[in-house]
């Protein structure tokens, strides 16, 4: 009862400010009334308005939020707001995730909670960088083995975000456009381009040269830097160690989300991967129990999905542009989508085939009526969403408006 007075008194002193944006008329607003918004909201509105006034209110993350280095809070995308609430280290004024960080980042829907974030040292930080290991070194292991002995800047969180989305037939793409110089091997230099690209300064003719300097000499040696080019900066990335290092970090995604539903065992059930496949959709709670339950009727006896299997149909997953393209042919012609067909489509963009169980649970799942056919345009929009994981910087230009607040807010004092 404390916390709802402390909500009332709080909405009490934001009167003005409410009647300014038209929730509230300048009527006396009853007592019984603001006990029952504030209770309901849970003093969401106050948070949600110096948000929009470009405070950074976390969830979990009480830390101090003013790091010179942090993502901008204007206009803060999807993935800025995702990096700050999972970042849980910060170095001399800097916030950082560690590679456990980002594990979380793209498997978890929230991160673990935590009181502020952990403040390094010089000899933390020179400790994590030197127990890095090299690329001979690197497995689909590499960031479970470091856990929290590592540091990743934004920047590289989005570049890990891009290799977790690429198909193979990208690698060499994203290889050649670090490559500025085209001598099929990437320097560090090269490589901090990554920075400039994403710190949201544009560079001038003038001076230009005086600009990159600076870049460069702000930013800190990292876990990825190090493991790229060594501890001195002096190592070379030729594209095979760019490939291979693309290629273990889809695996250990992969794998990590395998073994949690495995729970040791060599398969996942037909219904596990199904509750994989849509967690990070925008179906809703009621759709996705509709999916599972539509998989527990169809499929009687189970059979149990292998991890190459599964492997290979996120590998599929990244090639969803392409997939998308033979799919429209279907589309203009107005014909469904059989399994055959289907299989047909992925191995053209592909170069291999599903296994058969895998296809025939996609297609429990997303087979409403019945009928033995894909609507394949829903099926892309959701595999997108599924694909993109936590990182749908979309989401944000449907949700958390003022505009969706204040309706909220409306509906809650028209039901009370």
């Not at 090299?134 to 856990?147: C, E, I």
């Not at 936590?390 to 505009?403: A, D, I, Y």
């Amino acid at each position: 009862m404390a916390a709802v007075r402390r909500c009332r008194d709080l909405l009490r002193s934001l009167r003005p400010i409410l009647w300014k944006e038209g929730i509230f008329t300048k009527q006396p607003v009853p007592r019984r009334s603001l006990y029952m918004i504030a209770a309901a909201s849970g003093c969401t509105l106050a948070i949600h308005w110096f948000y929009k006034q470009g405070q950074d209110i976390v969830p979990v993350v009480h830390a101090r939020e003013t790091e010179k280095n942090e993502p901008t809070k204007e206009k803060a995308t999807h993935r800025e707001l995702r990096f700050r609430q999972f970042a849980s280290v910060e170095y001399q004024g800097n916030i950082y995730m560690t590679p456990q960080d980002f594990l979380e980042s793209v498997t978890e829907e929230s991160p673990r909670p935590r009181i502020g974030r952990i403040r390094l040292t010089a000899q933390d930080v020179e400790s994590m960088l030197r127990q890095t290991p090299s690329r001979s070194r690197g497995s689909n292991k590499l960031f479970r083995n470091l856990h929290d002995k590592g540091i990743i800047s934004y920047t590289e969180y989005l570049f890990l975000l891009c290799v977790l989305t690429k198909p193979r037939s990208g690698f060499r793409i994203a290889f050649n456009m670090f490559d500025t110089d085209g001598n099929q091997i990437v320097d560090k230099k090269e490589f901090l381009v990554l920075e400039r690209v994403f710190s949201k300064q544009p560079d001038s003719e003038d001076g230009e040269g005086k600009k990159k300097e600076a870049v460069e000499t702000r930013i800190q040696d990292t876990s990825l830097m190090v493991h790229f080019f060594g501890k001195y900066g002096n190592d070379v990335l030729k594209y095979d160690d760019f490939h291979r290092f693309m290629e273990n970090l889809q695996s250990e995604v992969i794998e990590l989300e395998f073994l949690e539903f495995s729970k040791g065992m060599n398969t996942i059930s037909e219904v596990d991967f199904a509750h994989i496949l849509l967690r990070y959709t925008l179906l809703d709670r009621s759709e996705i129990e509709e999916c599972i339950a539509r998989v527990k009727d169809r499929i009687q006896q189970e059979k149990g999905i292998t991890f190459q299997e599964f492997k290979k149909f996120c590998q599929f997953l990244n090639n969803l542009d392409d997939f998308s393209i033979a799919m429209k042919m279907y589309t203009y012609a107005q014909q469904p989508v059989s399994q055959d067909e289907f299989q047909r489509a992925v191995r053209v963009c592909t170069g291999f085939t599903l296994a058969k169980d895998v296809v025939n649970t996609v297609f429990q799942i997303f087979d409403s009526d019945g009928d033995g056919h894909l609507s394949s345009p829903e099926f892309i929009a959701i595999m997108k969403d599924r694909l993109h994981r936590g990182s749908r910087s979309h989401l944000m230009h449907t949700q958390g408006t003022w505009e969706a607040f204040r309706q909220c807010i409306r509906n809650e004092m028209k039901s009370n």
